[in-house]
Every structure is written in structure tokens, then in C-alpha cells.
């Protein structure tokens, strides 16, 4: 894992391997189209337990650096969030440069997808951000190496309701470790971020009676899903201080930093928002220095890749269900552990993770 601080100076001099969130990646591939304006790239990080399966995102970055940075993240990201489900699949992911809203087009989607068959299945590509299941239809009219297609033609469809199930299950786990109970009911939940994971959680909670505020950019979308859930809204920032019992972040990452956790009244920290923490090892210690019991983002919000995984194993809705549950018995695993063994909740599910990479990896050069 790195740690060491690299400085402006490095990271001109080696903008790939100079970035601080590289980590071992196995291949970075940088994917460039004049003709349909593609700017991509495409990141493995590990392929020790299989193909390296991961969602493109397609966002607005302000600069390259950031794109890399966030693709190199994710991909490591999934790396562990495949170990820790008991999956047979590396990690990695994608992100497309780009207004998703007046960029995307099919040209470009077909594009991309020929970049993703290049690499000869290597990496296998899903829906993330900005990305929409129509748009794998697209991709699988030039690729076999993605998931995520439509139902009527063969696929799982939609990851994001199966993703919400398993951070509902991971917040009650988190629930029944902190407050002794897994019931959500009456608890105070913040929900920050409300797209189709974001919505389908609160859908969760409201029906079990937990009382929910909603935080988004998109102030249409607060308006309607507050009538729709009869939920309060907050606008703004300056969330983290508000008399909550749960925080869930189900935006973009890093929303849990020095900032927020100084101000921060929630006692539970469980979401759908990859890379929660700005840091891992020092956010992730002042967390538990501060009593704030984190359900390790790369665990509960693995349903999505469970689900679509199943186009790669071959079974079925009920059983992507069954697997999605069991997040809540590793989410009181890891909880246990790291009382155990007085580390961080993300520590100790990296570490379930790494061991089963590295078993791996032993029986491969036995």
C-alpha cells in the first residue's frame, strides 16, 4: 500500500508511476480516437484471482491527473472488493473523459468498447457513473468482455438495485455492532447522493422507518424524492455536523477527511460511494480513535459486481441475492476482527482480502 508523499516535481517527472495511488498496477492503457473524440483509460490493477472486472465511469475531470488518479483508485478498489466477496475476478475499471449528459454518443461508446477488446478479456468492462445499461448493449455490439447487458439479451441488467441491497445490509450490520440492534427504525440517516443506488437505499430504510435526509448537487432530484420517501433535505456542504446516527455516502469519494470527521455527530459510517476515505490509514484511524464504526465501502457496496458477476459464472438473480446478503455476515466479521486485533475496519477487511490474493498467488507459483 502506498504511503509515501510525492511532490508536484515527481509527479511531472512520472505521471503514472509517480502518482500516489498507484500500487503494483499491472497495466495502465491510455485510449485516445480523434475521430469520435474518445479520451479514456483503462485500469488493471490485479489479475491474480481472474479477469479484471470493473465499471467505466464517464465524468467531467478538470484535469488528466485527476482521471488517472481516480482510475487507478478504483481499480485497485475492486482488486479487493472481488477477494473479500469470495469472487473469482481482478480487479480494475475505466473512466471516459467526458460530459456523459452532451458527450456520449453510440460512435463513442463502439469506440471504446474496441479499446476493451484489445485487451483480449483481460479486463471486462460494467456500468458505473455517468454510464447507463443501454450503453453496454452498445459496447457488447463490438465486445464479448462486458457485463451489465440488458435482460432481453441475456444479461443481469441494472447492477444499481442489487449494489443498494448490499449496502443496506452492510448498514445494518454496522447498526447491530454500534447501537446493538440492526433495526434502522427510528434512526436518523443521512443519505448524500441520491442517483439510482443512492434512491433505491432510501427506498430501504424508509420502509423499515429509519428517518432520512437527502444531500445531492441536483436540487430537482431532492424535491422529488423527498415527496416521494417524505424525507427532509439539507442543501449544501455543510453537512457533517448534523445530530445523525448514520452517515451514508453514495456520491463521489473521499467525503470522509480531516474536515468532516472533526465535525462529524454520526456514529455509523455506511455507503454506497467508492474510496470513502480521502486517506485510508489515517482517516481510517481517527475514525476508530473517534468511536465512528465505518463499514469498509470496498465490502457493502459490492453487490454490483456480484451481480454482474453472475453473467460471467453463470447463475442467477436468487443467487446474486443470497450473495449480497452474506455482506451482512462479513460486514459483523470485519467488525469483530478489528476489535479483536485493535485495527481499522478497513484495514481488516484488506487484510481478509490480501490473504486470499496472496493463497492465490502462492498455489500459482507452487
Known amino acids: 500500500m502506498m504511503s509515501e508523499i510525492i511532490d508536484a516535481k515527481d509527479l511531472k517527472n512520472n505521471p ?31 489479475t491474480t484471482l481472474g479477469p479484471a472486472l470493473g465499471g467505466t465511469r464517464m465524468w467531467q475531470y478538470k484535469t488528466e491527473w485527476e482521471a488517472l488518479n481516480d482510475v487507478l483508485r478504483l481499480s485497485r478498489g475492486m482488486t479487493y472488493k472481488s477477494a473479500i466477496t469470495g469472487l473469482n475476478l481482478g480487479g ?6 467526458g460530459d456523459a449528459k452532451t458527450q456520449k454518443n453510440d460512435a463513442l461508446m463502439r469506440k471504446f468498447g474496441e479499446f476493451v477488446n484489445s485487451l483480449s478479456g483481460r479486463y471486462i468492462t460494467a456500468e458505473d457513473v455517468g454510464m447507463e445499461t443501454r450503453d453496454m448493449d452498445v459496447i457488447r455490439e463490438v465486445t464479448p468482455h462486458v457485463t ?16 443498494a441491497y448490499g449496502v443496506y445490509m452492510g ?43 437527502l444531500n445531492d ?17 439539507v442543501l449544501g456542504n455543510d453537512i457533517y455536523g448534523l445530530d445523525i446516527d448514520i452517515y451514508a455516502p453514495c456520491a463521489l469519494g473521499a467525503t470522509v477527511n480531516d474536515d468532516s470527521i472533526a465535525k462529524m455527530k454520526a456514529k455509523v459510517i455506511a455507503g454506497a460511494a467508492n474510496n470513502q476515505l480521502a486517506n485510508e490509514l489515517k482517516h481510517g484511524k481517527m475514525l476508530q480513535e473517534r468511536g465512528i464504526a465505518y463499514a469498509p465501502d470496498f465490502l457493502i457496496n459490492a ?8 453473467e460471467v459464472a453463470g447463475y442467477g438473480k436468487e443467487e446474486s ?20 486485533e485493535n485495527i481499522t475496519t478497513h484495514q481488516a477487511a484488506f487484510n481478509i482480502a490480501q490473504s486470499r490474493i496472496d493463497a492465490r498467488k502462492k498455489e500459482q507459483n507452487s
Open 16 to 46: 503514472v508511476f509517480g502518482q500516489l495511488s498507484f500500487d503494483n498496477h499491472e497495466q495502465v492503457v491510455f485510449c485516445s480516437d480523434e475521430d469520435t473524440g474518445l479520451k479514456a483509460i483503462i485500469g488493471v490493477h490485479n
Open 92 to 97: 480494475g475499471k475505466a473512466v471516459i473523459i
Open 148 to 163: 451489465g447487458v440488458s435482460e432481453a439479451i441475456g444479461g443481469s441488467g441494472n447492477p444499481s438495485p442489487v449494489t
Open 171 to 213: 448498514m445494518k450490520a454496522a447498526s447491530k455492532y454500534k447501537f446493538g440492534s440492526d433495526s434502522l427504525e427510528g434512526k436518523k440517516v443521512l443519505v448524500q447522493g441520491v442517483g439510482h443506488v443512492g434512491e433505491t437505499l432510501v427506498k430501504h430504510i424508509t420502509d423499515e422507518g429509519a428517518q432520512v435526509i
Open 217 to 233: 448537487i441536483n436540487e430537482a432530484r431532492l424535491e422529488e424524492l423527498s415527496k416521494k420517501y417524505n424525507a427532509n433535505v
Open 303 to 310: 453487490g454490483g459486481i456480484i451481480n454482474v458477476y453472475a
Open 321 to 340: 441475492i443470497k450473495r449480497t446478503e452474506n455482506i451482512y455476515n462479513t460486514t459483523l466479521e470485519i467488525f469483530d476482527l478489528a476489535e479483536k
